[in-house]
């Protein structure tokens, strides 16, 4: 196929994520509310000294909530991008990008990812392509916004709902290791909504891989959304796949203590952020719930509904007895339902 004609499927590809995102809700089940923090009666602490900053390669931002890859690419997207990029520095906390390749492939759309970096110059940037890239265009995509960490994605179950998706799935875990060894920038690998199991990161840490975002069930579909632009084939008998956010979070945890996890996957409240991080995530990742709110309500709304988190976390930090992040990380959680009856199985 030719170059331009590849790039005008990629850059409808990317617009038609948006608009169909848009249109489809998924509501299922993130896993979390198998998670129990217990109410503490005695705090001692005062709700003003609460502090949600904490650290993340090796830079402080406000929340432990970053903007997670959306897109770029287009001008459509341009815009989106420019709006994320100006809400992660105001609100002090990381961004990744969408997708690179369209912009290595077509060189005029670099701007549509370096705007993120333009417009949030000194805050934490993220950039985001597929595990199954040269080592080469790994570099340029970290290069392309000077990024301080690169995501590589792993999204099987969204290429085989794609008409034009990957039908080639061999070597990739052998591709991240060479990745891995060679690139100075930290790698995070991640799912894209349908989770990484136990045995995945087990295997990516074996690889050298130290950062992991879950990805997981319970929010934005992908298979949902790819059924919809693919009109002949139905996937929908797909639409359960995938392992929650929160038994991801759990099982990637148990791989290493040196193993970061990012908690991604339907992120909506502030009890999930707070849950995630008791569970001994770094910090969170949404994507779904900032796109729409911006989409929807603009940036004023997607602002405040950071804000909201912010104050909705203090709330549960404070009848949780944690001043800090730190101390909210060593808080005690149970497990209750389907999830401890995962955990017993597989774990204990
Ligand atoms: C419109 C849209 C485009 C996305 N594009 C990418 C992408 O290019 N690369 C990637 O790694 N993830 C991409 N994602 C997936 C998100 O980063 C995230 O893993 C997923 O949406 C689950 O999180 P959520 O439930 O908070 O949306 C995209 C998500 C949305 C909504």
């Not at 590849?6 to 809700?25: G, Q, S, W």
């Not at 003003?48 to 287009?74: E, H, R, Y």
């Not at 136990?198 to 069930?217: C, P, S």
Request: charged share 25%.
């Amino acid at each position: 196929m030719d170059k331009e004609r590849e790039y005008k499927i990629r850059a409808a590809r990317k617009d038609e994520h948006i608009k169909l995102f848009m249109e489809t809700v998924h509501a299922s089940d993130n896993g979390f509310r198998d998670i129990v923090l217990q109410n503490n009666a005695l705090p001692e602490i005062d709700f003003g000294g609460i502090a949600t900053s904490c650290k993340f390669l090796d830079k402080t931002i406000d929340l432990p909530i970053m903007i997670n890859a959306v897109t770029g690419g287009t001008e459509y997207t341009l815009d989106i991008n420019k709006q994320l990029a100006k809400l992660s520095r105001e609100c002090n906390i990381p961004m990744a990008v969408g997708s690179q390749t369209i912009a290595i492939e077509n060189k005029s759309m670099r701007n549509s990812f370096g705007v993120v970096r333009e417009i949030n110059d000194s805050g934490i940037v993220i950039a985001n392509i597929s595990a199954n890239s040269s080592y080469e265009n790994v570099c340029e995509a970290v290069e392309m916004i000077e990024a301080d960490a690169v995501q590589l994605h792993l999204n099987t179950a969204q290429e085989i709902c794609m008409g034009e998706g990957d039908r080639h799935f061999k070597g990739i875990l052998n591709n991240i290791k060479n990745i891995v060894s060679s690139l100075q920038t930290p790698i995070i690998v991640k799912e894209v909504g349908f989770g990484l199991s136990f045995e995945a990161a087990k295997k990516l840490y074996n690889a050298g891989v130290r950062y992991i975002d879950t990805g997981g069930r319970g929010g934005t579909n992908f298979i949902t959304i790819e059924d919809r632009r693919n009109q002949e084939l139905d996937y929908s008998f797909l639409k359960h796949w995938g392992i929650s956010t929160a038994q991801s979070l759990l099982e990637c945890k148990n791989v290493s203590g040196d193993l970061k996890v990012i908690c991604s996957g339907g992120i909506t409240k502030a009890e999930e952020i707070v849950k995630s991080i008791a569970m001994g995530a770094e910090l969170t990742g949404i994507s779904g719930l900032i796109l729409r709110e911006l989409l929807d309500n603009g940036y004023d709304a997607a602002k405040a509904c950071i804000e909201r988190l912010q104050y909705e976390m203090k709330v549960f930090m404070l009848l949780l007895g944690a001043e800090n992040i730190e101390k909210l990380s060593q808080i005690e959680y149970l497990l209750k339902g389907e999830l401890y009856q995962f955990y017993k199985q597989k774990f204990l």
